[in-house]
Protein backbone atom coordinates (compact mmCIF):
# COMPACT_ATOMS: atom_id res chain seq x y z
CA UNK A 1 0.00 0.00 0.00
CA UNK A 2 1.56 3.57 -1.02
CA UNK A 3 2.00 6.33 2.12
CA UNK A 4 -0.89 7.98 -0.53
CA UNK A 5 -3.29 5.29 0.08
CA UNK A 6 -2.81 5.40 3.81
CA UNK A 7 -3.33 9.06 4.36
CA UNK A 8 -6.16 9.09 2.14
CA UNK A 9 -7.80 6.21 3.64
CA UNK A 10 -7.00 7.72 7.32
CA UNK A 11 -9.11 10.99 6.11
CA UNK A 12 -11.82 9.15 4.99
CA UNK A 13 -12.10 7.22 8.59
CA UNK A 14 -11.85 10.59 9.79
CA UNK A 15 -14.82 11.62 7.48
CA UNK A 16 -16.98 8.64 8.14
CA UNK A 17 -16.53 9.33 12.30
CA UNK A 18 -17.98 12.83 11.68
CA UNK A 19 -20.93 12.23 9.29
CA UNK A 20 -21.27 9.28 12.24
CA UNK A 21 -21.08 11.70 14.77
CA UNK A 22 -23.33 14.16 13.43
CA UNK A 23 -26.22 11.35 13.05
CA UNK A 24 -25.81 10.66 16.30
CA UNK A 25 -26.43 13.78 17.98
CA UNK A 26 -29.26 14.40 15.48
CA UNK A 27 -27.43 16.97 12.93
CA UNK A 28 -28.64 15.48 9.60
CA UNK A 29 -31.52 12.34 9.56
CA UNK A 30 -30.92 9.14 8.10
CA UNK A 31 -31.23 10.14 4.81
CA UNK A 32 -28.41 12.19 4.77
CA UNK A 33 -26.53 10.25 6.77
CA UNK A 34 -26.69 7.01 4.64
CA UNK A 35 -25.69 9.31 1.69
CA UNK A 36 -23.06 11.01 3.02
CA UNK A 37 -21.53 7.12 4.74
CA UNK A 38 -22.07 6.08 0.78
CA UNK A 39 -20.22 8.72 -0.70
CA UNK A 40 -17.07 8.31 1.65
CA UNK A 41 -17.48 4.13 1.62
CA UNK A 42 -16.86 4.56 -1.97
CA UNK A 43 -14.03 6.57 -1.95
CA UNK A 44 -12.44 4.27 0.50
CA UNK A 45 -13.19 1.66 -2.07
CA UNK A 46 -11.74 3.36 -4.59
CA UNK A 47 -8.31 4.22 -2.48
CA UNK A 48 -7.88 0.40 -1.52
CA UNK A 49 -9.13 -1.23 -4.84
CA UNK A 50 -8.28 1.30 -7.82
CA UNK A 51 -8.77 -0.91 -10.35
CA UNK A 52 -12.21 -0.75 -9.63
CA UNK A 53 -12.81 2.71 -11.22
CA UNK A 54 -10.46 1.51 -13.90
CA UNK A 55 -12.89 -1.07 -15.25
CA UNK A 56 -15.78 2.05 -14.89
CA UNK A 57 -13.05 3.90 -16.77
CA UNK A 58 -13.21 1.30 -19.83
CA UNK A 59 -16.82 0.92 -19.75
CA UNK A 60 -17.09 4.51 -20.59
CA UNK A 61 -14.54 5.29 -22.76
CA UNK A 62 -12.58 7.54 -20.75
CA UNK A 63 -8.77 6.95 -20.38
CA UNK A 64 -7.95 5.91 -16.59
CA UNK A 65 -9.67 5.45 -13.49
CA UNK A 66 -8.13 8.36 -11.70
CA UNK A 67 -10.03 10.72 -14.66
CA UNK A 68 -13.35 9.30 -14.25
CA UNK A 69 -13.22 9.73 -10.24
CA UNK A 70 -11.73 13.43 -11.13
CA UNK A 71 -15.32 14.17 -13.59
CA UNK A 72 -17.32 12.60 -11.29
CA UNK A 73 -16.46 14.96 -8.27
CA UNK A 74 -16.76 17.79 -10.69
CA UNK A 75 -19.82 17.11 -11.60
CA UNK A 76 -20.92 16.46 -7.74
CA UNK A 77 -19.29 19.79 -6.49
CA UNK A 78 -21.44 21.71 -9.54
CA UNK A 79 -24.41 19.95 -7.97
CA UNK A 80 -23.65 20.50 -4.15
CA UNK A 81 -22.82 23.93 -5.27
CA UNK A 82 -25.73 24.42 -7.17
CA UNK A 83 -28.44 22.82 -3.95
CA UNK A 84 -26.21 25.40 -1.61
CA UNK A 85 -27.17 28.50 -3.75
CA UNK A 86 -30.62 27.50 -3.79
CA UNK A 87 -30.74 27.17 -0.25
CA UNK A 88 -29.14 30.24 0.66
CA UNK A 89 -31.67 32.03 -1.72
CA UNK A 90 -34.70 30.67 0.17
CA UNK A 91 -32.71 31.60 3.71
CA UNK A 92 -32.51 35.09 2.14
CA UNK A 93 -36.10 35.32 1.46
CA UNK A 94 -37.06 34.31 4.34
CA UNK A 95 -34.94 36.44 6.45
CA UNK A 96 -36.41 39.38 4.28
CA UNK A 97 -40.23 37.85 4.90
CA UNK A 98 -39.30 37.97 8.63
CA UNK A 99 -37.85 41.14 9.03
CA UNK A 100 -40.43 43.35 6.50
CA UNK A 101 -42.89 41.85 9.43
CA UNK A 102 -40.99 43.17 12.47
CA UNK A 103 -40.48 46.57 10.42
CA UNK A 104 -44.81 46.83 9.58
CA UNK A 105 -45.07 45.20 13.14
CA UNK A 106 -43.12 47.50 15.01
CA UNK A 107 -45.35 50.48 13.52
CA UNK A 108 -48.46 49.25 14.35
CA UNK A 109 -47.56 49.03 18.07
CA UNK A 110 -46.56 52.47 17.97
CA UNK A 111 -49.99 53.59 16.69
CA UNK A 112 -51.68 51.39 19.36
CA UNK A 113 -49.59 53.61 21.83
CA UNK A 114 -50.22 56.76 20.68
CA UNK B 1 -61.95 64.16 -2.40
CA UNK B 2 -58.08 64.58 -3.16
CA UNK B 3 -55.96 61.75 -3.95
CA UNK B 4 -53.30 60.78 -1.10
CA UNK B 5 -50.10 60.69 -2.49
CA UNK B 6 -47.28 58.94 -0.55
CA UNK B 7 -43.90 59.02 -1.24
CA UNK B 8 -41.86 55.44 0.01
CA UNK B 9 -38.02 56.55 0.76
CA UNK B 10 -35.74 53.77 0.97
CA UNK B 11 -32.87 54.69 2.85
CA UNK B 12 -29.08 53.61 3.75
CA UNK B 13 -26.65 55.34 5.79
CA UNK B 14 -28.36 58.53 4.98
CA UNK B 15 -28.33 60.84 8.07
CA UNK B 16 -26.90 63.85 5.88
CA UNK B 17 -29.37 64.26 3.60
CA UNK B 18 -32.18 62.11 5.00
CA UNK B 19 -33.89 65.36 7.22
CA UNK B 20 -33.72 67.40 3.84
CA UNK B 21 -35.77 65.08 1.69
CA UNK B 22 -38.37 64.17 4.13
CA UNK B 23 -38.60 68.06 4.48
CA UNK B 24 -38.51 69.07 0.95
CA UNK B 25 -41.46 66.41 0.29
CA UNK B 26 -43.80 67.28 3.42
CA UNK B 27 -43.87 70.81 2.14
CA UNK B 28 -44.73 69.27 -1.17
CA UNK B 29 -48.08 68.44 0.88
CA UNK B 30 -46.83 64.84 0.52
CA UNK B 31 -46.81 62.25 3.11
CA UNK B 32 -43.58 60.16 3.37
CA UNK B 33 -42.55 56.98 4.25
CA UNK B 34 -39.13 56.22 5.23
CA UNK B 35 -37.36 52.59 5.47
CA UNK B 36 -34.24 52.77 7.45
CA UNK B 37 -32.91 49.68 5.64
CA UNK B 38 -30.59 48.40 8.81
CA UNK B 39 -28.79 51.78 8.65
CA UNK B 40 -25.57 52.16 11.16
CA UNK B 41 -25.91 55.57 11.13
CA UNK B 42 -28.71 57.93 12.51
CA UNK B 43 -30.64 57.81 9.36
CA UNK B 44 -33.72 56.99 11.39
CA UNK B 45 -33.93 59.43 14.35
CA UNK B 46 -33.12 61.93 11.62
CA UNK B 47 -36.35 60.72 9.45
CA UNK B 48 -38.20 60.32 12.59
CA UNK B 49 -37.82 64.09 13.65
CA UNK B 50 -38.23 65.09 10.28
CA UNK B 51 -41.67 63.98 10.62
CA UNK B 52 -41.67 60.96 8.05
CA UNK B 53 -43.33 57.81 8.94
CA UNK B 54 -40.58 55.62 9.83
CA UNK B 55 -40.20 52.06 9.61
CA UNK B 56 -36.83 50.03 10.22
CA UNK B 57 -35.32 46.42 8.89
CA UNK B 58 -33.17 45.71 11.73
CA UNK B 59 -30.58 44.26 9.15
CA UNK B 60 -29.53 45.29 5.67
CA UNK B 61 -31.52 43.55 3.21
CA UNK B 62 -31.17 46.32 -0.38
CA UNK B 63 -33.18 49.04 -2.13
CA UNK B 64 -35.36 46.49 -3.54
CA UNK B 65 -37.00 45.17 -0.15
CA UNK B 66 -37.29 48.37 1.40
CA UNK B 67 -38.99 49.79 -1.11
CA UNK B 68 -41.34 46.89 -1.03
CA UNK B 69 -41.75 47.09 2.88
CA UNK B 70 -42.49 50.99 2.31
CA UNK B 71 -44.86 50.02 -0.61
CA UNK B 72 -46.71 47.72 2.08
CA UNK B 73 -47.07 50.40 4.69
CA UNK B 74 -47.96 52.65 1.82
CA UNK B 75 -51.09 50.90 1.05
CA UNK B 76 -51.96 49.62 4.18
CA UNK B 77 -52.08 53.49 5.30
CA UNK B 78 -54.92 54.25 2.35
CA UNK B 79 -52.24 55.95 -0.04
CA UNK B 80 -53.40 56.18 -3.93
CA UNK B 81 -50.79 57.03 -5.64
CA UNK B 82 -47.31 55.69 -4.49
CA UNK B 83 -44.36 57.44 -5.25
CA UNK B 84 -40.94 55.83 -5.45
CA UNK B 85 -37.99 58.77 -3.93
CA UNK B 86 -34.17 58.65 -3.67
CA UNK B 87 -32.89 59.10 -0.38
CA UNK B 88 -29.82 60.62 -1.37
CA UNK B 89 -31.00 64.01 -2.38
CA UNK B 90 -30.70 63.72 -5.96
CA UNK B 91 -34.49 63.76 -6.76
CA UNK B 92 -36.66 67.13 -5.76
CA UNK B 93 -39.78 67.10 -4.75
CA UNK B 94 -41.00 69.16 -7.82
CA UNK B 95 -41.13 67.11 -10.12
CA UNK B 96 -43.69 64.75 -8.13
CA UNK B 97 -46.42 67.11 -9.83
CA UNK B 98 -45.00 66.30 -13.31
CA UNK B 99 -45.02 62.34 -12.36
CA UNK B 100 -48.85 61.80 -10.54
CA UNK B 101 -51.00 64.21 -13.23
CA UNK B 102 -50.98 61.23 -16.02
CA UNK B 103 -52.42 58.53 -13.14
CA UNK B 104 -54.88 61.27 -11.86
CA UNK B 105 -55.89 62.00 -15.50
CA UNK B 106 -56.19 58.20 -15.63
CA UNK B 107 -54.39 58.01 -19.03
CA UNK B 108 -51.05 55.66 -17.07
CA UNK B 109 -51.26 53.70 -13.85
CA UNK B 110 -47.26 53.94 -14.09
CA UNK B 111 -45.17 57.12 -14.26
CA UNK B 112 -41.44 56.60 -14.87
CA UNK B 113 -39.45 59.13 -14.16
CA UNK B 114 -36.50 60.04 -16.94
CA UNK B 115 -33.55 62.37 -16.39
CA UNK B 116 -33.10 62.31 -20.10
CA UNK B 117 -35.59 63.84 -20.89
CA UNK B 118 -34.63 67.03 -19.40
CA UNK B 119 -31.35 68.56 -19.22
CA UNK B 120 -29.71 67.64 -16.92
CA UNK B 121 -25.79 66.88 -16.64
CA UNK B 122 -24.81 63.52 -16.12
CA UNK B 123 -21.55 62.32 -15.81
CA UNK B 124 -20.13 60.76 -19.06
CA UNK B 125 -19.37 56.89 -16.80
CA UNK B 126 -23.02 56.90 -15.57
CA UNK B 127 -24.35 58.73 -18.67
CA UNK B 128 -22.80 55.06 -20.38
CA UNK B 129 -23.91 52.01 -18.03
CA UNK B 130 -27.18 54.18 -17.99
CA UNK B 131 -27.42 53.70 -21.83
CA UNK B 132 -26.29 50.52 -21.83
CA UNK B 133 -29.08 49.79 -18.90
CA UNK B 134 -31.66 50.89 -21.52
CA UNK B 135 -30.36 49.05 -24.65
CA UNK B 136 -30.72 45.58 -22.03
CA UNK B 137 -34.15 46.71 -21.08
CA UNK B 138 -34.94 46.83 -24.88
CA UNK B 139 -33.71 44.00 -25.60
CA UNK B 140 -34.62 41.90 -22.81
CA UNK B 141 -38.46 43.48 -22.79
CA UNK B 142 -39.22 45.35 -25.41
CA UNK B 143 -39.97 48.49 -23.85
CA UNK B 144 -38.78 51.68 -25.76
CA UNK B 145 -37.71 54.00 -22.58
CA UNK B 146 -35.10 56.75 -22.22
CA UNK B 147 -34.27 56.33 -18.77
CA UNK B 148 -34.89 53.08 -16.61
CA UNK B 149 -33.19 53.32 -13.20
CA UNK B 150 -34.45 56.72 -12.21
CA UNK B 151 -35.43 56.47 -8.46
CA UNK B 152 -38.29 58.81 -9.42
CA UNK B 153 -41.49 56.71 -9.92
CA UNK B 154 -45.06 56.77 -10.00
CA UNK B 155 -47.60 53.80 -9.04
CA UNK B 156 -51.77 53.42 -9.50
CA UNK B 157 -53.00 51.85 -5.99
CA UNK B 158 -53.76 48.80 -8.10
CA UNK B 159 -50.56 48.32 -10.07
CA UNK B 160 -48.46 48.89 -6.48
CA UNK B 161 -50.94 46.29 -5.09
CA UNK B 162 -50.28 43.56 -7.99
CA UNK B 163 -46.61 44.77 -7.89
CA UNK B 164 -44.78 42.30 -5.23
CA UNK B 165 -41.02 42.97 -6.04
CA UNK B 166 -39.02 39.64 -5.18
CA UNK B 167 -35.36 41.13 -6.20
CA UNK B 168 -34.55 42.44 -2.99
CA UNK B 169 -31.07 44.87 -4.15
CA UNK B 170 -30.51 46.51 -7.31
CA UNK B 171 -31.91 44.63 -9.46
CA UNK B 172 -36.07 45.75 -8.33
CA UNK B 173 -35.38 48.66 -11.32
CA UNK B 174 -35.73 46.08 -14.00
CA UNK B 175 -37.83 44.00 -12.00
CA UNK B 176 -40.18 46.69 -12.17
CA UNK B 177 -39.97 47.28 -15.59
CA UNK B 178 -40.03 43.30 -16.20
CA UNK B 179 -43.61 43.22 -14.75
CA UNK B 180 -44.95 46.27 -16.97
CA UNK B 181 -43.95 44.40 -19.86
CA UNK B 182 -45.30 41.16 -18.94
CA UNK B 183 -48.26 42.17 -17.60
CA UNK B 184 -48.78 44.99 -20.25
CA UNK B 185 -49.88 48.06 -17.37
CA UNK B 186 -50.33 51.33 -19.03
CA UNK B 187 -47.02 53.54 -18.30
CA UNK B 188 -45.74 57.19 -19.38
CA UNK B 189 -42.13 58.64 -19.19
CA UNK B 190 -42.17 62.20 -17.21
CA UNK B 191 -39.04 64.27 -17.49
CA UNK B 192 -37.02 65.01 -13.75
CA UNK B 193 -34.07 66.88 -12.56
CA UNK B 194 -31.02 64.81 -10.89
CA UNK B 195 -28.82 66.73 -9.01
CA UNK B 196 -25.32 64.90 -9.31
CA UNK B 197 -23.34 65.96 -6.30
CA UNK B 198 -20.25 64.16 -4.85
CA UNK B 199 -22.05 62.87 -2.20
CA UNK B 200 -24.59 61.14 -4.84
CA UNK B 201 -22.10 59.48 -6.50
CA UNK B 202 -20.12 58.32 -3.94
CA UNK B 203 -23.52 56.55 -2.67
CA UNK B 204 -24.53 55.29 -6.39
CA UNK B 205 -23.70 52.48 -8.72
CA UNK B 206 -20.77 51.68 -10.55
CA UNK B 207 -19.98 49.56 -12.97
CA UNK B 208 -19.61 46.77 -10.96
CA UNK B 209 -22.78 46.61 -9.63
CA UNK B 210 -23.99 46.34 -12.87
CA UNK B 211 -22.51 42.85 -12.82
CA UNK B 212 -23.71 42.22 -9.54
CA UNK B 213 -27.54 43.12 -10.76
CA UNK B 214 -26.90 41.16 -13.82
CA UNK B 215 -26.39 37.89 -11.63
CA UNK B 216 -29.17 38.58 -9.13
CA UNK B 217 -31.18 38.88 -12.94
CA UNK B 218 -30.49 35.95 -13.92
CA UNK B 219 -29.85 33.45 -11.11
CA UNK B 220 -32.87 34.58 -8.95
CA UNK B 221 -36.22 34.46 -9.20
Given at each position: ?53 NRLADALGVGRGADVVIYGTIVLLFFLNFKLFSKLVKIENDIIKIVRELALKSQDDKRE?? | ?221
Amino acid sequence: MSRIQIVLIIVIALMLMRVWLRYRSGVIVKSQFLWWAALWLSGGLVVVKPETVNRLADALGVGRGADVVIYGTIVLLFFLNFKLFSKLVKIENDIIKIVRELALKSQDDKRETE
Amino acid sequence: MPEKIMAVVPAYNEERTIGAVVNDLIRHSIQVIVVDDGSDDNTYARALASGAVTLRHIVNLGQGAALSTGIKRALLMGGDIIVTFDADGQCRASDIDNLVSPILSEKADIVLGSRFLKENKIPFSRYLLLKLAILYTRFTTGLKLTDTHNGLRAFSRHVAEALSLTQPRMAHASEILKKIALNKWSFVEAPTTILYTPYSLSKGQSGWHGFKILFDLWFRK
